[in-house]
């Protein structure tokens, strides 16, 4: 005669992934698609999770690797089954709200920052220090808008509004993307796009939030309270720390740095 035993039920687990710092592809940014697929991927497959819980902190950056990002996210969501749920800590701007509207409900501190949905690009211009230095700037190029803002020559209108007419269709698939995720949630007679911040109890008046929450407690609420949560992010490599690496650590350290004061963090 068998003798089944019977299968004790686990309590069941959040996977939580950290999304800090500036997005920015390559070794400029701490967050890029590269570098989280497969700690996204992870999460979603290992152990199935009753939910994933994104803790977001970021000032934003690069729209292309956020949209990477929110899309892999979405993906697996919908294939998995699995709700996501936000977490706002100091601040989900620009690129950061981009990954926070990635989840199905976003919650924040009572003192996040959330929103900044516009587009800027920044540089400097260096033409007439040069010129009283007396080096004189020569490139040769196949295409007039080859060298379309160079900052080492004086700044050209058709440049400019080139650049304009850039950062207002990436400024268009912003707003697509935050209206098709926050549908129906969205304060229709505010303007929302901006580029303008809020704390959270604004944000969550105008619809850019759910509401006002922290991890542990809400999850607790919302699965019990022997709910696990299983963290997943991405690990500097040990070597990093040494050579080179060091000094591009620290410019990317300083660029980060100024991405959040800009937030007064």
Do not use: C
């Not at 050209?156 to 697509?176: C, M, S, Y």
Request: aromatic share 8%; charged share 25%; glycine share 10%.
């Amino acid at each position: 005669m068998k003798r089944f035993i019977p299968f004790l039920k686990s309590d069941p687990h959040v996977a939580v992934i950290r999304l800090q710092g500036v997005i920015a592809g390559g070794a400029r940014g701490t967050l890029n698609d590269q570098a989280l697929a497969a700690v996204i991927e992870k999460a979603f497959t290992k152990g199935k999770p009753v939910a994933v819980a994104l803790e977001v902190n970021s000032p934003g950056g690069s729209p292309v690797q956020s949209s990477l990002i929110g899309a892999r996210i979405r993906r697996l969501a919908e294939e998995k089954d699995i709700p996501v749920i936000a977490f706002v800590e100091d601040v989900a701007a620009s690129g950061g709200y981009w990954l926070a509207v990635a989840a199905d409900e976003i919650y924040a501190d009572p003192s996040s920052v959330v929103g900044s949905i516009g587009v800027i690009s920044a540089g400097f211009g260096a033409h007439e220090f040069m010129a009283k230095q007396g080096v004189e700037r020569r490139v040769y190029t196949a295409g007039k808008s080859k060298s379309m803002l160079d900052p080492f020559r004086p700044e050209q209108p058709e440049d400019v509004a080139r650049l304009k007419g850039l950062l207002d269709d990436i400024h268009t698939n912003f707003i697509k993307h935050v209206q098709t995720r926050r549908a129906g949630k969205l304060d229709t007679e505010a303007d929302l796009f901006t580029g303008e911040v809020w704390l959270a109890s604004k944000a969550q008046k105008l619809g850019l939030i759910d509401g006002i929450g922290h991890l542990k407690p809400m999850l607790k609420a919302r699965f019990g309270d022997k709910v696990k949560v299983r963290r997943y992010g991405v690990r500097r490599p040990f070597l990093s720390r040494f050579g080179a690496q060091v000094i591009d650590d620290t410019i990317n350290s300083i660029e980060e740095r100024a991405a959040y004061a800009q937030f007064g963090l």
